[in-house]
């Protein structure tokens, strides 16, 4: 399985953006997508979880301005933004824990990550 996310970019504080991130591959069921972000010189955190069958998890960073969504049928998991504040500047990175198809094996997969930027 591979990560591909989109939709980083340069936003003005106050500002919206919405994150997406596509599963491919062959074979294979997604358990659970989720964002994380790091920020320069800090720890990989957790912002948002969501598991296949639509159970979100906020960190409280994010609760209240962030919504994570999952398209069961494009195996997409999308982040909206809002409200957004200098201190969100990150990179975010998807993750996504999955099965093979008939597969008891959970594996655990990160993608490539996408700039935030937010500044005035």
């Known amino acids: 399985v591979q990560l591909v996310e989109s939709g980083g970019g340069l936003v003005q504080p106050g500002g919206s953006l919405r994150l997406s991130c596509v599963a491919s591959?062959?074979?294979?069921?997604?358990?659970?997508m989720g964002w994380y972000r790091q920020a320069p010189g800090k720890q990989r955190d957790m912002v948002a979880t969501?598991?296949?069958?639509?159970?979100?998890d906020y960190a409280d960073s994010g609760k209240g301005r962030f919504t994570i969504s999952f398209d069961d049928a494009k195996n997409t998991v999308y982040l909206k933004m809002n409200s957004l504040e200098p201190e969100d500047t990150a990179v975010y990175y998807c993750?996504?824990?999955?099965?093979?198809?008939?597969?008891?094996?959970?594996?655990?997969?990160w993608g490539q990550g996408t700039l935030v930027t937010v500044s005035s």
């Open positions: 993750n996504a824990d999955w099965r093979t198809l008939g597969g008891a094996t959970m594996f655990n997969t």
């Open positions: 591959g062959s074979d294979f069921s997604i358990y659970a």
């Open positions: 969501i598991t296949s069958i639509g159970r979100p």
